[in-house]
C-alpha cells in the first residue's frame, strides 16, 4: 500500500510539472502573437485549457466572440468539431480557425445526418406545406445541417435562446421542426406551455418519422431523435437521492436533460446560466449541478466557500480529447494544424442560419 502510495504520489508530481512546463510554453508564443491570436474555450474543457484561453463561454457565447473579433488572424477553437465549424463560417476570409483535435467530435451532431434531414423535411413539408413550418436546428450540429436550415428559412440557436428561436419560428409560420436535440426542443416547448400532445418526436428509422399523417397535421413541434450522452446519464432516482442527502440544496440542470430531470430540478439552463447560478449563490450554499463533469470540477475550485456538488459524474469523452499538448501543437503551427475549412456553397447558407440566431439575441 505504501509503494502504491508514493507512486500515485510521483505521478501526480510528474502531471503538475508537465502541466506547467506545458502552460508555460503556450503562454509564450499567445504573448508573441499578441492580438493575432484568439483562443476560445468552452466551459467543459480541462480547467489547465481553460486558464489558458482569452475567452471562455458556451457554445452561443464563444460563437459571439468568434464573430465580432475581427482583428485576429488566428482563432484556436477548444471545444467539439461543431463548435470550430460555426467559428469557421462567421469567421472573416483574412482569419484561420484550428481546433487542437479533430477527433473531437459529438455524438449528438452525427445524430443527424443532412441526408435523412432533407428526405424527413420533405415528408413533413409534403403533408403541411412549406409555408407552415420552420427548421430550427441545435448549434450541435454540423455545418451542411446549418446550411439545409438556412436555404429553408430556418435558424441556429443554443440553449441559452432556444425560447427565443422558437417564438421567432411560431411568429413566422405555425410549426418547428427542431432537430437535432429532442430532449432541450421538448423542455424548451415545455417551458413555453405548449401541451405534450402538439410536440411529437420524429425517428428517421420509421415511416413518417413513426407518426401518422393526421399527428403531424396537428403537431406544433416535431422533434428528432437525437440526445446529448452526457446529459441523458442524469437521472431521476439522482434528484432523489441528492434531495435526502442535501434537503437544502439547490438543484440547477442543463436543459439537454431529459423532461423528468428538469422538472425535479429548481432550475435549468445553459452552462453560462449555471456558472451564473454559482457566482450568484449566496456564500455557504450548496449547489447540485447536473451537466459535464469538467464544469463542476472547476466551479468547485473557484468557489471555495459554497458547496458544489456534481448530480453525477458525467463525462463529455470528446470534449476530454483536447489538451495542452494538442493546444501546443496547434500553437506552434500556426495557421497550419487542423485548419477547419468549410465549403463555400455550405459556409453561405450556414451563415445566413447563425446571422439569424445573432440577430435573435440583439
Request: with cysteine.
Given at each position: 500500500m505504501e509503494?502504491?502510495?508514493?507512486?500515485?504520489?510521483?505521478?501526480?508530481?510528474?502531471?503538475?510539472?508537465?502541466?506547467?512546463?506545458?502552460?508555460?510554453?503556450?503562454?509564450?508564443?499567445?504573448?508573441?502573437?499578441g492580438k493575432e491570436l484568439i483562443i476560445l474555450t468552452h466551459h467543459y474543457q480541462r480547467k489547465e485549457v481553460?486558464?489558458?484561453?482569452?475567452?471562455?463561454?458556451?457554445?452561443?457565447?464563444?460563437?459571439?466572440?468568434?464573430?465580432?473579433?475581427?482583428?485576429?488572424?488566428?482563432?484556436?477553437?477548444?471545444?467539439?468539431?461543431?463548435?470550430?465549424?460555426?467559428?469557421?463560417?462567421?469567421?472573416?476570409?483574412?482569419?484561420?480557425?484550428?481546433?487542437?483535435?479533430?477527433?473531437?467530435?459529438?455524438?449528438?451532431?452525427?445524430?443527424?445526418?443532412?441526408?435523412?434531414?432533407?428526405?424527413?423535411?420533405?415528408?413533413?413539408?409534403?403533408?403541411?406545406?412549406?409555408d407552415s413550418i420552420t427548421p430550427l436546428v441545435y448549434m450541435n450540429s454540423d455545418a451542411r445541417i446549418k446550411a439545409f436550415c438556412g436555404r429553408?428559412?430556418?435558424?441556429?440557436?443554443?440553449?441559452?435562446?432556444?425560447?427565443?428561436?422558437?417564438?421567432?419560428?411560431f411568429d413566422r409560420r405555425g410549426k418547428v421542426f427542431f432537430f437535432p436535440d429532442e430532449h432541450l426542443g421538448r423542455n424548451t416547448g415545455n417551458q413555453m406551455g405548449i401541451p405534450e400532445e402538439e410536440m411529437i418526436v420524429w425517428n428517421p428509422e420509421k415511416p413518417l418519422g413513426g407518426n401518422t399523417e393526421e399527428?403531424?397535421?396537428?403537431?406544433?413541434?416535431?422533434?428528432?431523435?437525437?440526445?446529448?450522452?452526457?446529459?441523458?446519464?442524469?437521472?431521476?432516482?439522482?434528484?432523489?437521492?441528492?434531495r435526502q442527502q442535501f434537503p437544502d440544496a439547490r438543484i440547477v440542470v442543463h436543459p439537454e436533460c431529459t423532461q423528468e430531470v428538469v422538472k425535479l430540478s429548481d432550475a435549468t439552463g445553459s452552462t453560462s446560466f449555471i456558472v451564473k447560478t454559482v457566482k450568484e449563490a449566496p456564500?455557504?450554499?450548496?449547489?447540485?449541478?447536473?451537466?459535464?463533469?469538467?464544469?463542476?470540477?472547476?466551479?468547485?475550485?473557484?468557489?471555495?466557500?459554497?458547496?458544489?456538488?456534481?448530480?453525477?459524474?458525467?463525462?463529455?469523452?470528446?470534449?476530454?480529447?483536447?489538451?495542452?499538448?494538442?493546444?501546443?501543437?496547434?500553437?506552434?503551427?500556426i495557421g497550419r494544424f487542423n485548419v477547419v475549412e468549410v465549403a463555400e456553397g455550405v459556409r453561405a447558407d450556414a451563415r445566413a442560419a447563425l446571422d439569424r440566431m445573432l440577430e435573435l439575441s440583439n
Open positions: 509503494n502504491r502510495a508514493e507512486r500515485m504520489k510521483e505521478k501526480t508530481i510528474k502531471k503538475e510539472v508537465d502541466i506547467k512546463v506545458l502552460s508555460e510554453k503556450v503562454r509564450q508564443i499567445k504573448e508573441k502573437l481553460v486558464d489558458l484561453g482569452h475567452y471562455r463561454g458556451d457554445s452561443y457565447g464563444l460563437s459571439q466572440k468568434a464573430a465580432s473579433d475581427q482583428n485576429a488572424r488566428f482563432i484556436v477553437f477548444c471545444g467539439v468539431h461543431f463548435m470550430a465549424e460555426s467559428a469557421a463560417i462567421l469567421a472573416g476570409s483574412h482569419q484561420t480557425v484550428q481546433i487542437p483535435d479533430r477527433e473531437a467530435g459529438c455524438w449528438m451532431a452525427d445524430m443527424a445526418d443532412e441526408y435523412i434531414v432533407r428526405k424527413a423535411w420533405h415528408e413533413v413539408v409534403k403533408i403541411v406545406g412549406k429553408n428559412g430556418g435558424a441556429v440557436c443554443t440553449s441559452s435562446n432556444a425560447g427565443d428561436a422558437f417564438q421567432w419560428a399527428s403531424i397535421q396537428k403537431a406544433r413541434v416535431i422533434l428528432w431523435k437525437g440526445y446529448c450522452l452526457v446529459h441523458t446519464r442524469f437521472r431521476v432516482e439522482h434528484i432523489q437521492e441528492m456564500k455557504g450554499s450548496t449547489v447540485i449541478i447536473g451537466t459535464e463533469i469538467n464544469l463542476v470540477k472547476r466551479l468547485a475550485v473557484e468557489y471555495p466557500h459554497k458547496k458544489i456538488i456534481p448530480l453525477h459524474d458525467s463525462l463529455c469523452p470528446n470534449m476530454f480529447k483536447i489538451d495542452l499538448k494538442s493546444l501546443l501543437s496547434s500553437l506552434e503551427n
